[in-house]
């Protein structure tokens, strides 16, 4: 059973800032959570749905939902690790090298991965052009 944040309807916060959150960037309307599976013994019980109305924060300017569900239920069953897939790293590492020529990057720029799922593509192996951070989870 998912486990709410206890974050209350209009009154979310920045999760880097915690600035009041008043700008909507983009409304997705309902959706379960990803990567996660209906058991056998859940076939005829409703599925959960959460909002996916994302906003921005007006003074960081991070994106973000507000959390609905707690990390430790998101990923206790978690059914993909982007990692976990050798053609997808290869993928990752060219893109890397492409976008880097493309847009004259190198090692003075900062490299953010943004929904990162195991952060696969700040691997000093994959990521070898930048110095990488962070996004808040
Ligand atoms: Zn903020």
Redesign the pocket.
């Known amino acids: 059973m998912p486990k709410s944040s206890g974050s209350n309807a209009g009154t979310s916060l ?6 009041a ?1 008043r700008h909507t960037f983009v409304d997705l309307g309902m959706s379960p959570l990803c990567e996660s599976y209906v058991q056998a013994d859940q076939m005829n019980e409703m599925e959960r749905f959460y909002p996916l109305h994302v906003k921005v ?6 994106v973000q939902l507000e959390e609905y569900v707690s990390r430790e239920h998101i990923f206790s069953e978690y059914a993909y690790f982007s990692s976990y897939s050798e053609s997808w790293l290869r993928h990752a590492s060219n893109y890397v090298e492409m976008i880097s020529q493309r847009l004259n990057l190198g090692a003075d720029n900062l490299c953010v991965e943004v929904a990162s799922n195991d952060g696969y593509l700040l691997r000093p192996d994959i990521c070898v052009t930048f110095d990488t951070g962070s996004p808040p989870a």
């Open positions: 920045c999760r880097f800032c915690r600035t959150l924060c007006e003074k960081c300017y991070l």
